[in-house]
């Protein structure tokens, strides 16, 4: 499983689009950082935690999924791992964790250059650690919050140019929902607000935001009573993921070699 694992992330690194990734994860944070520069702590890194993971680490991940889901196919290998033998489970398992690698990795570099931009502008760095765990966990939050998509993907397993048009549309239907209060204020339940991914999401981010002013205040008050738990959001999320992940293994086995 190890040396599988090494092998997937090193057929990771020879994309381009996983530089292209890397290149991202610095220069988002470092404009975002900029722009945020009269900001304390907490403001810097959240732009890390939400423009950054959710309108460039969630599509990326899906492309990336793409990438690494394809490759076998395209280059008509799959038959030659399995004669190794490798299950076509264990390829799975491995390329999804490829993937929560980069997700996490992908957060932390942004943490890491928000840090720098906040230091040279003698911004304090209050609750550190905090900032810092929270930013990770965001990682973990967005790979589960790709998975479904993923599953979509997986499923049709036809182009690339299908896989860039699911993205889109799953990555815009989830960030616009979050901008409305119809579904961003429900109970827990069976409900969207509840069972897609983002909106879930930032209704526990939103509760760790100290708000500013009066209309930030107001809106704080009113949907502080929306917030979740971490248990409750990474309840919800990792068990929508291990669903993903058991449909994927078993679309994935019916694929012909």
């Given at each position: 499983m190890?040396?599988?694992?090494l092998?997937?992330m090193?057929?990771?690194?020879?994309?381009?689009i996983?530089?292209?990734?890397?290149?991202?994860?610095?220069i988002?944070?470092l404009f975002?950082a900029v722009?945020?520069?009269?900001?304390?702590?907490?403001?810097?890194?959240?732009?890390?935690?939400?423009?950054?993971?959710?309108l460039?680490?969630?599509?990326?991940?899906?492309i990336?999924?793409?990438?690494?889901?394809?490759?076998e196919?395209?280059?008509?290998?799959?038959?030659?791992?399995?004669?190794?033998?490798?299950?076509?489970?264990?390829?799975?398992?491995?390329k999804?964790?490829?993937?929560?690698i980069?997700?996490?990795?992908?957060q932390?570099?942004?943490?890491?250059?928000s840090?720098?931009?906040?230091?040279?502008?003698?911004?304090?760095?209050?609750d550190f650690?905090?900032q810092?765990?929270?930013?990770?966990?965001s990682?973990?939050l967005?790979?589960?919050?790709?998975?479904?998509?993923?599953?979509?993907v997986?499923?049709?397993?036809?182009?690339?140019?299908?896989?860039v048009?699911?993205v889109?549309?799953y990555?815009l239907l989830?960030?616009?929902m979050?901008?409305s209060?119809?579904i961003?204020?429900?109970?827990?339940?069976?409900?969207?607000?509840t069972?897609?991914?983002?909106?879930?999401?930032f209704?526990?981010?939103?509760?760790f935001?100290?708000?500013?002013?009066?209309?930030?205040?107001e809106?704080?008050?009113?949907?502080?009573?929306?917030?979740?738990?971490?248990?409750?959001?990474?309840?919800?999320l990792?068990?929508?993921a291990?669903?993903?992940?058991?449909?994927?293994?078993?679309?994935?086995?019916?694929?012909?070699?």
């Amino acid at each position: 499983m190890r040396n599988l694992l090494l092998s997937e992330m090193k057929k990771f690194k020879r994309k381009k689009i996983f530089l292209f990734g890397l290149l991202a994860a610095i220069i988002f944070p470092l404009f975002n950082a900029v722009l945020l520069s009269d900001s304390n702590f907490a403001s810097v890194q959240s732009g890390v935690r939400e423009d950054n993971a959710f309108l460039l680490l969630m599509p990326l991940l899906i492309i990336l999924a793409a990438n690494l889901f394809f490759v076998e196919q395209d280059n008509d290998t799959l038959k030659n791992l399995l004669c190794i033998p490798v299950s076509k489970n264990q390829l799975v398992l491995v390329k999804l964790l490829v993937l929560l690698i980069f997700s996490v990795a992908f957060q932390l570099m942004g943490f890491a250059v928000s840090t720098a931009i906040a230091v040279s502008q003698n911004i304090p760095l209050t609750d550190f650690a905090f900032q810092l765990t929270l930013t990770a966990s965001s990682g973990i939050l967005m790979w589960a919050a790709a998975l479904p998509c993923i599953v979509l993907v997986v499923w049709f397993n036809k182009s690339y140019i299908l896989s860039v048009i699911i993205v889109f549309f799953y990555t815009l239907l989830n960030y616009v929902m979050h901008f409305s209060d119809a579904i961003m204020m429900q109970p827990l339940g069976i409900n969207a607000g509840t069972l897609m991914p983002v909106p879930m999401i930032f209704r526990w981010l939103y509760q760790f935001y100290t708000p500013t002013g009066q209309i930030q205040t107001e809106f704080y008050n009113r949907f502080s009573q929306y917030f979740v738990p971490s248990s409750v959001c990474f309840g919800v999320l990792l068990l929508e993921a291990a669903v993903c992940i058991y449909l994927m293994i078993r679309i994935y086995r019916r694929r012909e070699i």
